[in-house]
């Protein structure tokens, strides 16, 4: 199992970005997958997670979308209404298995690399 990220940057408060998750070594569309984001100092935080079902955290219901291309295997995070508090290192996450019982960290066992997302005010 390998999850490699691409996207993130920087943008302007209310703009928007894209985050992509390559997966290899397993079907993105079989299993529990994640998005979660960490600042420094703090725990990281699940954000949005999908499987058979969808789950978004407050901070980003109704501004992020989690989707899935299954064709090309990538998992997608679509970020529009950007606070500068959405400022945060991204993580790309898979249970390993078909779905996820919730969206905390304790439940995903493998992990991208990061990207850096900076909002400016």
């Known amino acids: 199992v390998h999850l490699a990220q691409s996207g993130g940057g920087l943008v302007k408060s209310g703009g928007s970005l894209r985050l992509s998750c390559a997966g290899s070594?397993?079907?993105?569309?079989?299993?529990?997958m994640a998005w979660f984001r960490q600042v420094p100092g703090k725990e990281r935080e699940g954000i949005a997670c999908i499987s058979s079902t969808q789950y978004y955290s407050d901070s980003v219901k109704g501004r992020f979308t989690i989707s899935r291309d299954n064709v090309n295997n990538i998992l997608y995070l679509q970020m529009n209404k950007l606070k500068p508090e959405d400022t945060a290192v991204y993580f790309c996450?898979?249970?390993?298995?078909?779905?996820?019982?919730?969206?905390?960290?304790?439940?995903?066992?493998?992990w991208g690399q990061g990207s850096q997302v900076t909002v400016s005010s």
């Open positions: 070594g397993f079907t993105i569309g079989y299993y529990g």
């Open positions: 996450a898979t249970t390993g298995r078909r779905d996820y019982g919730s969206c905390e960290r304790r439940e995903f066992d493998y």
